[in-house]
């Protein structure tokens, strides 16, 4: 046996029914709302999180970089300070004579310059002396 129950046509009742459906209807805009902002947000994070991952990525291509620039400054202060040193041993005069006597033959009035090979250059050479 079903029982109907008629409904009441009064003033209460009609305002009863407008005020369910101006609250189902504020309900449904915050879920849309709400749904909006988690997606903004989750695409403002994923925004991010690749900036963060390929700032980090520059950053320690960088950091490479630096290193290796940092090695080659090391080996140019090393070369500029035996750069220095020549210069310093080519203000000796003494220097520069034995310099000139030993890599261009050059000699004094008066002397003969005799070139005797190292035997550790022929050896390395192949040359045989006999």
Known sequence: MEHKI??????YTKQKIVKEKIIARRRKLLVRRLTLFTAVAVVI?????ATLI???EQLAAKQQQKAGLEQKVKEID???ALLKGEIVKLKDNDYIAKLARSEYFLSEKGEIIFNIPNSKKNAEEGDVSY
């Open 54 to 56: 390929s700032r980090n």
């Open 78 to 80: 090393k070369q500029q």
């Open 6 to 11: 008629a409904s009441m046509d009064n003033a």
């Open 45 to 49: 994070s994923y925004i991010l999180v």
